[in-house]
């Protein structure tokens, strides 16, 4: 459904669709509540400012613990899959001197 005007008009037009919960940023934080309070039932509106997909400044690494958590809501196969990202089991930090 697209919202076609936004009003000051306390009453409600008839293409006005009210939502259960709005959503600023569909990052980590903002996709994960929406996906839990969807799954809850309710009509939910997430407002993003940047195209998709955006650059992560880490290097797109998934904690363990992040992934355990997109496995719980049973989306890390997909999420994987979609980036074709590889599984490591450790990692490390690189400064910008190399060190």
């Keep these: 459904m697209s919202l076609s005007r936004i009003s000051n008009e306390s009453q409600p037009h008839e293409d006005t669709k009210i939502f259960d919960v709005a959503i600023v940023g569909a990052g980590p ?4 509540t929406a996906y839990y309070a969807a799954t809850y039932g309710l009509d939910v509106l997430i ?3 940047e195209k998709f997909p955006r650059n992560k400044v880490c290097g797109d690494a998934i904690t363990l613990r992040a992934q355990r958590h997109l496995e ?3 989306v890390m196969k ?3 899959q979609e980036v074709n990202a590889h599984e ?3 990692g490390g930090l ?3 001197s190399g060190i």
């Design 29 to 32: 934080a903002g996709s994960t």
């Design 47 to 49: 407002l993003e400012k």
């Design 72 to 74: 719980k809501m049973g």
């Design 78 to 80: 997909r999420a994987l």
């Design 88 to 90: 490591a089991a450790m």
């Design 94 to 96: 690189v400064s910008p």
